[in-house]
């Protein structure tokens, strides 16, 4: 059966219209959002600290796991908007259950250590970071298709000799 993801940017205001349009093409709905990960805390917003949130996707697996995403995305909004809405690693702890998380694209933690040549043993600490939170069995590393953006094919490549090393699955992902 055909199935289709939506993730909006720190948002979920487009679930229930998908959700529905979804049902009517007989088309199983992912409900999801690219959640802004704070640098350091939701709390702090400095300016050349904080403007940068990572990105991770973060895909309902259950009914719990789809209302801890309004929760997240609620805080997001209501305590760590600084430019964008953020959430943190430490409210992301607190309702990761039924949440599935893909490392996200350029703009991810993983995928920047990468690209920005960290050492390895920084890029194995800041994996093991998500894989602390999520599990291997929810956490995915995300691979996607931009040919024209410099240095996609090198984190593909890298990321999938990570998912063997960590015995971490990946999933191939595509803006539609």
Same mark, same amino acid.
């Given at each position: 059966?055909?199935?289709?993801?939506?993730?909006?940017n720190?948002?979920?205001? !487009?679930?229930?219209?998908?959700?529905?349009?979804?049902?009517?093409? !007989?088309?199983?709905?992912?409900? !999801?959002?690219?959640?802004?990960?704070? *640098?350091?805390?939701?709390?702090?917003?400095?300016?050349?600290?904080? !403007?940068? *949130?990572?990105?991770?996707?973060?895909?309902?697996?259950?009914?719990?796991?789809?209302?801890?995403?309004?929760?997240?995305?609620?805080?997001?909004?209501?305590?760590?908007?600084?430019?964008?809405?953020?959430?943190?690693?430490?409210?992301?702890?607190?309702?990761?259950?039924?949440?599935?998380?893909?490392?996200?694209?350029?703009?991810?933690?993983?995928?920047?250590?990468?690209?920005?040549?960290?050492?390895?043993?920084?890029?194995?600490?800041?994996?093991?970071?998500?894989?602390?939170?999520?599990?291997?069995?929810?956490?995915?590393?995300e691979l996607?298709?931009? *040919?024209?953006?410099?240095?996609?094919?090198?984190?593909?490549?890298?990321?999938?000799?990570?998912?063997?090393?960590?015995?971490?699955?990946?999933?191939v992902?595509?803006?539609?």
């Amino acid at each position: 059966s055909s199935a289709i993801a939506l993730t909006d940017n720190g948002v979920m205001y !487009g679930a229930i219209e998908f959700y529905k349009a979804c049902q009517k093409e !007989g088309i199983k709905p992912i409900i !999801g959002m690219e959640a802004y990960i704070a *640098p350091r805390s939701l709390y702090k917003k400095e300016f050349k600290s904080d !403007g940068r *949130p990572w990105t991770l996707v973060l895909l309902a697996e259950t009914q719990e796991g789809y209302q801890n995403l309004l929760k997240l995305s609620s805080i997001a909004h209501m305590e760590g908007m600084y430019y964008k809405p953020r959430i943190d690693l430490e409210v992301l702890e607190k309702y990761k259950k039924g949440l599935i998380a893909l490392s996200g694209g350029f703009s991810g933690e993983i995928p920047h250590a990468i690209l920005e040549g960290f050492l390895d043993e920084d890029i194995e600490k800041v994996i093991k970071k998500y894989l602390d939170i999520f599990g291997k069995n929810n956490f995915f590393f995300e691979l996607s298709y931009h *040919p024209n953006l410099p240095g996609q094919l090198e984190l593909n490549e890298k990321l999938t000799e990570l998912g063997e090393q960590f015995k971490v699955e990946t999933v191939v992902a595509q803006n539609s």
